[in-house]
């Protein structure tokens, strides 16, 4: 089977197990999303969803953030973890779209580069999820579940990986498809102990496919 032919093998497996393909970030506008997935980093978004309401509270909108200090900032978010570069760059971004480009967020994606504390990850984020265009977001769940399927070979940087999906996976169904890996590698392709046996994409996994073999191969030896 050709990594194409896979591609679309593992999209259609994952659609139905995981048919609502969705950010589990809670957010109403891209500014938020933008604080939000920096915030995320090395944080749960579960804990990220709780500690933004007190934000977005007490700085409704781009300018009200954007007039806030960092130090102001990082207090509240401090709970996320790295509270003081997070704060920072917060604050760099929201000044930026306040100054630059009049409170919205661009729907560019070397502009939304171009934002303090903005990656690759983050501007395919808003890409896909707020202006609905070709993304994909290649986080841990991503690279971890790609690699394991056989999509990519032993490629784990995160720049890498996305241009070698690029070229295997329709551009219309990217952004969601990383939505499922993200929901997939939660619920049953975990990091150190994935569940093969309870797992979708048996039988076109390439890691799964040989660990399921091996164990079989094992009850066998014992067997006999």
């Known amino acids: 089977m050709t990594k194409k032919a896979l591609a679309l093998e593992v999209i259609g497996r994952l659609k139905q197990a995981y048919p609502l393909a969705e950010c589990t970030l809670d957010y109403e506008h891209a500014w938020q ?9 090395q944080c749960t978004d579960a804990r990220v969803n709780i500690v933004v309401q007190e934000l977005f509270a007490k700085y409704p909108g781009v300018k009200a953030l954007a007039d ?17 570069s997070k704060a920072r760059d917060i604050s760099l971004c ?16 070397d502009a939304l580069l171009g934002l303090p504390g903005v990656g690759r990850k983050s501007a395919n984020l ?11 977001v290649t986080d841990t769940h991503c690279i971890r579940l790609v690699n394991r399927i056989g999509l990519v070979d032993d490629i784990r940087e995160p720049k ?13 169904e990217g952004n969601d498809l990383c939505h499922r890996f993200v929901l997939h590698g939660r619920a049953v392709c975990d990091a150190r102990r994935p569940n093969c046996a309870a797992c979708c994409l048996a039988g076109v996994c390439k890691t799964g496919t040989a660990l399921l073999a091996a164990q079989a191969a094992e009850k066998e030896l014992q067997k006999a």
């Open 126 to 136: 808003i890409m896909g999820d707020v202006f609905g265009k070709p993304a994909i």
């Open 94 to 109: 929201m000044r930026k779209l306040r100054d630059e480009y009049d409170c919205q967020v661009p729907d560019d994606f």
């Open 68 to 84: 806030a200090t960092p130090e102001e900032i990082e207090a509240i978010v401090k709970p996320c973890g790295l509270g003081r």
């Open 160 to 172: 890498k990986v996305e241009m070698a999906l690029w070229k295997i996976i329709p551009p219309e």
């Open 33 to 41: 999303l933008l604080v939000e997935v920096r915030l995320a980093a």
